[in-house]
């Protein structure tokens, strides 16, 4: 597995700033550097899964660099144009990393590559991000095995699912979805260290 630099999986943040902040020769124990708490909401149409829509808020040390990088007027609040920065020097880049986001159809990772409706703001002074990553096509979780993960392969970032509000379903009548988090033990990351969390689907959709 390649190494990264800061700059390629955090372009969350402005490279300049960060790469003095951590270097990438660092002993096994020093990662990761970035927390995110997430939400992921499940998105269909039709009865069948079309999306996985995010919301991450990041821990406050890190959020302070994009912050104070990209809210140019210092008001407290990302206009257009610093959310289009914020997209375009500090976010895309992790489009070579599926934006941390991994979907599983019966075991078999789905290519995921494309992001919609990305926006960025600030609440009570932390970093929140929001954004879909549409699936390649549409999929009937009534007949086939659907299990979501959202994790950094190298753990520089950690991604923890919010404690009291994990997972949310869209375009799905009430209790049409019901899900269960766990270890995935098949796929360790992190040198077999870590075993992320897998969101698995049970739906009756069909």
């Not at 019901?178 to 040198?191: F, H, K, L, Q, W």
Request: proline share 6%.
């Amino acid at each position: 597995m390649a190494c990264r630099t800061w700059a390629q999986i955090a372009p969350i943040a402005t490279a300049g700033a960060l790469l003095a902040l951590v270097g990438r020769a660092e002993p096994v124990a020093a990662h990761p550097h970035v927390w995110i708490d997430a939400v992921v909401t499940f998105v269909f149409e039709d009865g069948h899964l079309v999306g996985l829509r995010h919301h991450w808020r990041f821990d406050e040390f890190f959020g302070s660099f994009v912050i104070e990088e990209h809210d140019v007027d210092g008001d407290g609040a990302f206009d257009a144009a610093e959310v289009s920065a914020i997209r375009d020097a500090a976010f895309s880049n992790l489009r070579e990393y599926d934006y941390f986001t991994h979907v599983r159809r019966d075991g078999d990772k789905l290519p995921l590559d494309e992001v919609s409706s990305f926006t960025a703001r600030i609440e009570d002074e932390i970093l929140v991000y929001e954004f879909t990553m549409p699936l390649p096509e549409p999929v009937d979780p009534g007949k086939s095995a659907i299990a979501a993960s959202v994790y950094d392969v190298e753990y520089y970032v950690e991604v923890l699912l919010d404690q009291y509000d994990p997972v949310r379903f869209e375009g799905i009548p009430s209790g049409g979805c019901t899900y269960e988090i766990r270890e995935d033990a098949e796929n360790p990351i992190y040198y077999g260290m870590v075993y992320p969390l897998a969101i698995t689907l049970s739906c009756a959709t069909s």
